[in-house]
């Protein structure tokens, strides 16, 4: 099946406790992307890749780190979590790289305490 | 002024009415649009992808944008119980892999 899977789903961390999601997909895409989702502010884009080792900001990309080493991950790094880091986030693949391809995962909710 | 508005509802209707869902933007650099489907706990998917203006259907979908107007709506015909969601308006300068700008959603509710 094809999909997008992201690990925790759920994660409860303290201020300062780096921390990692990660973010996997089998359609052997090239375009992946990570989206936090806020109330009253909808998603915005973190960062994106494009391809292995190439990646780059997106609207919101402050407190966090990507790397993309493999074609199927990538991880999402918090070095430093605050608690206005807490969120809804989402990350996302396309084949192609337009937006017509694009599959979202499940999600992971952070609280930062 | 946002670049992107739609109005987070929730817009309830019975079974079978038609829905509009709607959003307005500011950026006239906007080409690409899209609306996603998001159920309760899940990650959105995309529903609809259009080019500058005109309609594209898609079942019971009907997508529509007027970049004149800088409006775009979604159509849904005959509604169902499982067309229940939050709908995200999304749209993008370039049909790359750049920054999409959402809009914050609308909630749909079609009860039986």
């Known amino acids: 099946e094809a999909q997008v899977t992201q690990n925790p789903r759920y994660l409860i961390t303290v201020t300062g406790k780096k921390l990692t999601v990660t973010c996997s997909q089998n359609?052997?895409?090239?375009?992946m992307s990570w989206y936090r989702q806020d109330p009253g502010l909808g998603l915005r884009q973190i960062y994106y890749?494009?391809?292995?080792?190439?990646?780059d900001k997106g609207d919101v990309p402050e407190g966090y780190k990507v790397s993309r080493k493999e074609k199927r991950n990538f991880p999402l790094i918090l070095e430093s979590p605050s608690p206005n880091q807490t969120s809804l986030y989402f990350c996302?693949?396309?084949?192609?790289?337009?937006?017509?391809?694009?599959?979202f995962g499940p999600g992971t909710r952070l609280l930062v305490l | 002024q946002k670049e992107v508005e739609q109005d987070p509802g929730p817009l309830s209707v019975p079974e079978g009415a038609i829905v509009s869902l709607n959003c307005t933007y500011s950026?006239?650099?906007?080409?690409?649009f899209m609306w996603y489907r998001q159920y309760s706990r899940k990650g959105p998917e995309l529903l609809m992808y259009?080019?500058?203006?005109g309609n594209k259907e898609d079942g019971r979908f009907t997508a529509q944008v007027d970049k004149s107007s800088k409006y775009i709506s979604l159509f849904i015909r005959d509604s169902q119980p499982s067309d229940s969601a939050t709908y995200l308006c999304?749209?993008?300068?370039?049909?790359?892999?750049?920054?999409?700008?959402f809009g914050k959603g609308t909630m749909l509710l079609v009860s039986p």
């Open positions: 890749s494009m391809n292995v080792e190439v990646t």
């Open positions: 359609m052997n895409h090239e375009y």
């Open positions: 999304a749209m993008s300068a370039s049909s790359g892999y750049s920054t999409l700008t």
């Open positions: 950026n006239s650099a906007f080409q690409y």
């Open positions: 996302a693949s396309s084949l192609s790289g337009t937006q017509e391809t694009q599959y």
């Open positions: 259009t080019y500058s203006s």
